[in-house]
């Protein structure tokens, strides 16, 4: 499976951006998949996470109610809708997906696969 994200920049504190993530490949989208982001000098953290089917998300509390996510399976790509941006929303952002049902969304060792990620930057 490879995961080409896009969508990051530069954006001022307030903004909002939407970040895309397509799957390819023979399982691709078949899956949970989700976000991660590492900040300069920070360990990687989870973002938000997203069942195959949709119908379960779950999402950091550092940006609960801030940011959302969604997929389209009929074109293996997940969003994540980004609204309010802070300056410590500042990272790169990694797009993973799972190759196993049922597993906890939050949890790095749920995703094999992870694309080479985009940069947010939030200025204030």
């Known amino acids: 499976v490879q995961l080409q994200a896009s969508g990051g920049g530069l954006v001022q504190t307030g903004d909002s951006l939407r970040l895309s993530c397509a799957a390819s490949g023979p399982t691709a989208g078949n899956y949970a998949m989700g976000w991660f982001r590492q900040a300069p000098g920070k360990d990687r953290e989870f973002v938000s996470g997203v069942s195959w089917s949709g119908r379960t998300t779950e999402y950091a509390d550092a940006v609960k109610g801030r940011f959302t996510i969604s997929r389209d399976n009929a074109k293996n790509t997940i969003y994540l809708q980004m609204n309010d941006l802070k300056p410590e929303d500042t990272a790169v952002y990694y797009c993973?997906?799972?190759?196993?049902?049922?597993?906890?969304?939050?949890?790095?060792?749920?995703?094999?696969?992870w694309g080479k990620g985009t940069q947010v930057t939030v200025s204030s």
């Open positions: 993973t997906q799972a190759k196993v049902y049922g597993r906890d969304l939050a949890q790095e060792s749920t995703y094999p696969y």
